[in-house]
């Protein structure tokens, strides 16, 4: 049997191409006919890089952190808008600013109208950014809101606080010489309205009226063995009230004449009608027009100097006007005496506006002392110790105390002259002012010549006018 004949090799190689080039066609057509996304890769390198399989990468098991989102700023609206703040002024701000070169905000353009007196961290806000590139819109100048100047604050308007100060006001009398039974019967058959009635007037158009109280308001009966002791009974405080008398001074040698019975009837009495009073351990502050005045009361032999300095000190912090009345001096004279020039000037020196003097029960001596008055002896006023006293002259110390931002900015003071009773036989218990022509000038002449102990002493010829064109 005869062997077949195998094909060579030049045979088989060309068969082996014939079937390259039909599996070739064959993919192409195949490819054609596949959806776009299951394409083939590209060719790398070479035939045997054209028909790669693709298998799906391995899971990541590690979860990925989410990040939010990245806004970049858009390139024509990279402006920064600082809204401007106003800090609270201090002295800084009426200073020339301080700049250093090199500050974002040193470089202001001259005349632009405004310092640099941006916060901080304001200014911080702009160090991030970056100059515009190519032909991105260069950033703007920032610009602010006018500066808004606040208006100076406007003085307040002046304000005048008007004093009235009078003497010794003993309402009643001693027990033991009639003169309590003597003040008593007036009262009863002329009332209350009568005792300051030719003063009321002038009473009634200041701000305050002040008169020392020289005796107990009080219904006690065990008194102090002294030649006289004062009081009268708590119903003639109405008196003061329909006087138009608002402050008292309690620091005098009769006050206490019926010991501390006397002095708390006395004290709750002016409490129940609304007067204010001073002494005895008390201090006093009336609301006058918005402003405070100060009220202080001591009398010479039982105060302590440095007590009554401290004391008005602290009045002179709290108040716009501090008064001090002052119980001291001799009997009958009306010139002051060392002591009371001494106590005179350590009040004025601790802040006193005005000192009033009383005890000495005739006028005297009137002081300017650095600028503030000191009346050293008001003498008696409506004084129920003395049926028919032989001095019956008084008078009325007034003092307008003008005030701008609780500073006292002017002064002006009259002297009425009076006498004690309405009558110039007896005492009446009426206190009457007296004109300038009819008796009037020789009062007046009482206190020049008393105060001619000192060198600085009031405008007596404005003193003299203001009398005169009241006549």
Same mark, same amino acid.
């Given at each position: 049997m005869a062997k077949k004949k195998r094909p060579g090799f030049g045979a088989k190689l060309l068969l082996f191409l014939l079937q390259l080039v039909l599996a070739v066609v064959v993919l192409f057509f195949v490819a054609r006919a596949l959806p776009g996304d299951l394409s083939f890769r590209s060719l790398r390198s070479g035939l045997s890089n054209s028909l790669l399989i693709t298998t799906p990468e391995p899971e990541n098991t590690v979860e990925e952190p989410t990040l939010a989102p990245t806004f970049l700023p858009d390139p024509t609206n990279a @402006?920064?808008?600082?809204?401007?703040?106003?800090?609270?002024?201090? %002295? %800084?701000?009426?200073?020339?600013?301080?700049?250093d070169e090199g500050d974002a905000f040193a470089a202001d353009e001259p005349g632009d109208g405004f310092d640099d007196d941006l916060p901080e961290e304001q200014g911080n806000a702009l160090t991030g950014l970056s100059d515009p590139v190519g032909d991105e819109p260069a950033v703007p100048d920032i610009t602010f809101a006018p500066v808004v100047t606040p208006a100076p604050i406007a003085a307040s308007e002046p304000v005048e606080i008007t004093i009235s100060a009078a003497g010794d006001c003993t309402l009643g009398g001693d027990e033991t010489n009639g003169g309590f039974a003597r003040f008593k019967k007036y009262y009863d058959s002329q009332g209350e309205e009568y005792f300051l009635a030719n003063v009321r007037e002038i009473f009634e158009a200041d701000d305050l009226t002040i008169v020392n109280l020289e005796g107990a308001l009080t219904k006690a009966t065990t008194r102090k063995d002294k030649t006289f002791a004062f009081r009268g009974n708590p119903a003639y405080v109405r008196i003061l009230t329909s006087g138009s008398v608002e402050l008292v001074s309690l620091d005098n040698n009769h006050s206490q004449d019926y010991y501390s019975q006397g002095t708390a009837d006395t004290k709750k009495t002016l409490n129940y009608v609304g007067i204010g009073y001073a002494g005895l351990g008390e201090k006093h502050i009336a609301e006058v027009k918005g402003l405070k005045?100060?009220?202080?009361?001591?009398?010479?032999? %039982?105060?302590? @100097?440095?007590g009554m300095t401290a004391d008005v000190k602290e009045m002179r912090e709290?108040?716009?006007?501090?008064? @001090?009345?002052?119980?001291?001096?001799?009997?009958?004279?009306?010139k002051a005496n060392a002591t009371q020039i001494k106590l005179g000037h350590a009040a004025v020196d601790a802040g006193a506006d005005l000192v009033l003097g009383t005890h000495p029960h005739v006028v005297g001596?009137?002081?300017?002392?650095?600028?503030k008055?000191? @009346?050293?002896?008001?003498?008696?006023?409506?004084? *129920? *110790?003395n049926s028919n006293p032989a001095d019956k002259d008084t008078f009325i110390f007034q003092q307008t105390f003008t005030l701008t931002d609780g500073e006292i900015t002017g002064t002006d003071v009259s002297i009425i002259p009076c006498r004690v009773s309405s009558s110039t036989?007896?005492? %009446?218990?009426?206190?009457?002012?007296?004109?300038?022509?009819?008796?009037?000038?020789?009062i007046l002449k009482k206190i020049v010549d008393c105060s001619k102990q000192f060198d600085s002493v009031p405008d007596w010829e404005a003193i003299v006018a203001k009398?005169?064109?009241?006549?």
């Open positions: @402006v920064v808008v600082l809204e401007p703040t106003v800090p609270a002024f201090s %002295d %800084d701000d009426f200073a020339p600013d301080e700049t005045v100060g009220f202080l009361s001591y009398r010479v032999w %039982d105060m302590s @100097v440095d709290e108040c716009d006007l501090v008064v @001090v009345s002052m119980h001291w001096g001799e009997e009958k004279q009306g001596s009137i002081e300017i002392y650095n600028g008055y000191i @009346v050293y002896s008001l003498g008696n006023f409506c004084f *129920g *110790g036989t007896t005492n %009446d218990y009426q206190p009457t002012p007296v004109p300038y022509d009819e008796g009037g000038k020789a009398l005169t064109e009241a006549n």
